[in-house]
């Protein structure tokens, strides 16, 4: 698990490398959660960059209704729900409203 959740870490490092600075740090808090819980530097709410609030929501939509996801897919009404449902605590509620005016 430790050694999965060095992605993040490990895709900043790549993509600075790169003069991408802006989107290293998104890469790097795409898997920190609203309520503080996520990785890698526990980071909540506002702390968390914008784009990467962004990314997090879109990766999870994306494996919730993806068949080529890693489980079986959902359909946008039941992923809306789970996401709702977890907005204030993994997500940015204000994103996951965002993402149903658009989907």
Do not use: N
Not at 28 to 50: A, K, M, S, T, V
Not at 51 to 76: F, I, N, Q
Not at 87 to 100: K, N, S, T
């Amino acid at each position: 698990r430790r050694l999965f959740q060095q992605h993040s870490v490990v895709g900043e490092h790549l993509l600075q490398d790169c003069g991408l600075d802006d989107l290293a740090r998104a890469v790097r808090h795409h898997h920190e959660r609203w309520d503080g819980r996520g990785y890698p530097d526990h980071l909540g709410g506002d702390q968390i960059p914008l784009l990467a609030r962004l990314v997090h929501v879109a990766e999870v939509w994306d494996v919730l209704t993806a068949a080529t996801s890693y489980r079986r897919p959902v359909g946008g009404k039941r992923a809306l729900e789970i996401m709702r449902t977890a907005g204030g605590e993994q997500f940015d509620p204000e994103l996951v409203e965002c993402l149903a005016r658009v989907v």
